[in-house]
T-cell receptor
Framework: GAGVSQTPSNKVTEKGKYVELRCDPI?????LYWYRQSLGQGPEFLIY????????DSGLPNDRFFAVRPEGSVSTLKIQRTERGDSAVYLC????????????FGPGTRLTVL | KQEVTQIPAALSVPEGENLVLNCSFT??????LQWFRQDPGKGLTSLLL?????REQTSGRLNASLDKSSGRSTLYIAASQPGDSATYLC?????????????FGQGTILTVHP
C-alpha cells in the first residue's frame, strides 16, 4: 500500500516568506507526527496529532510554527516569517494508533530559506 | 529530559564484517526502543522495535538488544554488505501521554566497502 507522502520534496524560499508543508499519512493511521532534522543530526520532535487534535506541540520552536490536521488525515505544517535557521528537512510520520507504536516516515521536505 | 547518544558517530568496515552499533539513553523508564535506517536524502525506515519487556529482537541479519537498567541498546549487523551503508538511528518514546513523541540519537554513519 501507499506509504507516507510529503509535498513538496524541496522548497526554497526567501527570508520572511510564509511556507506550507503537506503530509499525507498512511490511510487509517490515527496518529501523525512532525519532526525536523538538521544536517548531521537526528530528527527532533515538533508536534503530534491524535485524530484532529494536537496531543503534544511542545517541540514547536516558537509561535511562527503552526500545524493543523482538520479532518484527521492530511496535515499541514505552516511556518510564518521564515528565517534562515528554519532551513532543515521536515519529516512527517504516522502510526496506526496513538502510543508507542511503530512510526512510518515520509521522505521529507527539504526547506531552504535564503 | 531524555537524552540519547550513539557511538560511534561513523564507522567504515570491509564487506563481510560483523559489527555493533551502540545506543545509550539517560532515562531508563522507556516503553520501547526503535532502530531506524536512513539513506541519504531519504526518510527513515523502521528496522526493529524492542518492547521494554524484551531483551532482544531479530530480523534477518540484524539483531537488537536492550538493557533497560543500564540504559543501553546495541544493533548487531552480521556479514555486512555494501547495501547496508546508511545512517542508523535509535529512538525512544517519551513517557506519560506523549509516548508517541520520539527522542532520537544523532545517528551512526555506516560505510561498508567492497
Amino acid at each position: 500500500g501507499a506509504g507516507v507522502s510529503q509535498t513538496p520534496s524541496n522548497k526554497v524560499t526567501e527570508k520572511g516568506k510564509y511556507v506550507e508543508l503537506r503530509c499525507d499519512p498512511i490511510s487509517g493511521h490515527t496518529a501523525l507526527y512532525w519532526y525536523r532534522q538538521s544536517l548531521g543530526q537526528g530528527p527532533e520532535f515538533l508536534i503530534y496529532f491524535q485524530g484532529t487534535g494536537a496531543a503534544d506541540d511542545s517541540g514547536l520552536p516558537n509561535d511562527r510554527f503552526f500545524a493543523v490536521r482538520p479532518e484527521g488525515s492530511v496535515s499541514t505544517l505552516k511556518i510564518q516569517r521564515t528565517e534562515r535557521g528554519d532551513s532543515a528537512v521536515y519529516l512527517c510520520a504516522s502510526s496506526l494508533s496513538p502510543g508507542p507504536d511503530t512510526q512510518y516516515f515520509g521522505p521529507g521536505t527539504r526547506l531552504t530559506v535564503l | 529530559k531524555q537524552e540519547v547518544t550513539q557511538i560511534p558517530a561513523a564507522l567504515s568496515v570491509p564487506e563481510g564484517e560483523n559489527l555493533v552499533l551502540n545506543c545509550s539513553f539517560t532515562d531508563s523508564a522507556i516503553y520501547n526502543l526503535q532502530w531506524f535506517r536512513q539513506d541519504p536524502g531519504k526518510g527513515l525506515t523502521s528496522l526493529l522495535l524492542i518492547q521494554s519487556s524484551q531483551r532482544e529482537q531479530t530480523s534477518g541479519r540484524l539483531n537488537a538488544s536492550l538493557d533497560k537498567s543500564s540504559g543501553r541498546s546495541t544493533l548487531y549487523i552480521a556479514a555486512s554488505q555494501p547495501g547496508d551503508s546508511a545512517t542508523y538511528l535509535c529512538a525512544v518514546p517519551a513517557g506519560g501521554t506523549s509516548y508517541g513523541k520520539l527522542t532520537f540519537g544523532q545517528g551512526t554513519i555506516l560505510t561498508v566497502h567492497p
